[in-house]
């Protein structure tokens, strides 16, 4: 491993990688990784018929209140997901693993999904979303 002011970044070959799997991510944060860590890589599908916003929190999920204004500075990143293309076949994100974290989270990482583009969203999707995303964290 590489060492960037005391964190971890994996090299060659994804080492210390952790695979983080949510089935049902709606409104409520929903912690990651919970002390200091960074995304390298996501995937997230959307089953409803409308698109939705994943909201990634470089904090714990019981620092962040999804749409509030306490929220907004640990606010890091909105990916947009797609809609459905048509029954069973969900609206898909990937980013794929890089050597370059994409959200690096002093104290954890959290996500949220909500049907707005906006910092104070806060509506969940009528059904929930699956994620999965490689994190690594100070501990791994």
Not at 67 to 82: C, E, H, I, M, N
Request: hydrophobic share 45%.
């Amino acid at each position: 491993m590489n060492d960037l002011a005391g964190f971890p970044l994996p090299t060659g070959g994804n080492p210390g990688l952790i695979p983080y799997r949510n089935v049902a991510v709606t409104n409520a944060a929903a912690a990651v990784l919970n002390g200091q860590g960074a995304v390298y890589g996501y995937t997230f599908r959307n089953p409803n018929t409308t698109a939705v916003f994943v909201n990634i929190y470089a904090a714990p999920s019981s620092r962040v209140t999804v749409g509030s204004a306490a929220a907004q500075p640990v606010l890091v990143k909105r990916v947009y997901v797609p809609a459905a293309i048509s029954a069973g076949i969900p609206g898909e994100k990937i980013i794929s693993v890089g050597s370059f974290p994409i959200v690096y989270g002093p104290a954890g990482i959290s996500i949220a999904a909500i049907t707005t583009d906006s910092d104070t969203g806060s509506t969940a999707p009528s059904s929930a979303i699956y994620a999965e995303m490689d994190v690594v964290g100070m501990n791994n």
